[in-house]
């Protein structure tokens, strides 16, 4: 079974540019998280949804900030404007929400440099 | 809050020695659960396993084995005769039973084992 895919894998932009990063869970999951990798903060949650609705988007940065999850199969992080301080690994994960706290598996990630 | 401590930044080793690596978490929950993760330089995040908070039980699997005790809030991980194939940064993460589901991670251990 294919696992959780994430495009681009790599994204160099400009400051001021709009940046689209694209996840697509694994089939049947119901639960979708976006997490961000630095050097200086780790990794830590951006926004989840469950059952295609934001439950928890208490990690988003600022309003530059925007996720969407349209359908079960297809979620976007939009970054307008990005700024050189959004440099980092962008991991998309998915899980089956039964009730509890379920296993998330993640993508391969997106490297996103902002010049 | 939740804090999960890996207080080792990096360890070196030479293959076939056995290596830990240390976990202490902090959380005000009854239920939590535990993980596991191993970032290999490609960079993508795979599970490794997760406990929950009322199976103190060690497991093992294959080379590695896992040790957890509530007494002291520790989820250790060890493997044994370490082979080139497993130099990774390992994170250690908990969840809580209920309510958010985001993974608290911590800030990882970089692993090196020379040949």
């Known amino acids: 079974d294919a696992g959780v895919i994430q495009s681009p894998r790599h994204e160099v932009t400009e400051m001021g540019q709009e940046v689209t990063l694209r996840c697509k869970p694994i089939s049947g999951h119901n639960s979708l998280f976006w997490y961000r990798q630095t050097m200086m903060r780790g990794l830590e949650l951006l926004i989840y949804f469950n059952n295609n609705v934001p439950i928890d988007d208490s990690g988003m940065p600022e309003d530059r900030f925007s996720a969407k999850m349209p359908n079960a199969s297809f979620s976007t992080l939009k970054i307008q404007p990005s700024e050189p301080r959004d440099s980092a690994v962008y991991f998309c994960a998915s899980s089956l929400n039964r009730g509890g706290t379920d296993t998330q598996y993640f993508g391969p990630g997106t490297r996103l440099t902002v010049l | 809050a939740q804090k999960v401590t890996q207080a080792q930044t990096e360890i070196s080793v030479v293959e076939k020695e056995d290596v830990t690596l240390d976990c202490v978490y902090e959380t005000r929950d009854t239920t939590y659960y535990l993980f596991w993760y191993k970032q290999p330089p490609s960079g993508e995040l795979v599970f490794l396993i997760r406990?929950?908070?009322?199976?103190?039980q060690n497991e093992i699997s294959g080379r590695y084995s896992w040790n957890f005790q509530k007494s002291t809030s520790s989820f250790n991980f060890t493997i044994t005769a370490s082979q080139v194939v497993d130099s990774a940064v390992y994170f250690c993460a908990l969840s809580e039973g209920a309510g958010r589901r985001a993974l608290t991670f911590g800030s990882g251990t970089r692993l090196q084992v020379q040949p």
């Open positions: 406990r929950n908070s009322f199976d103190e």
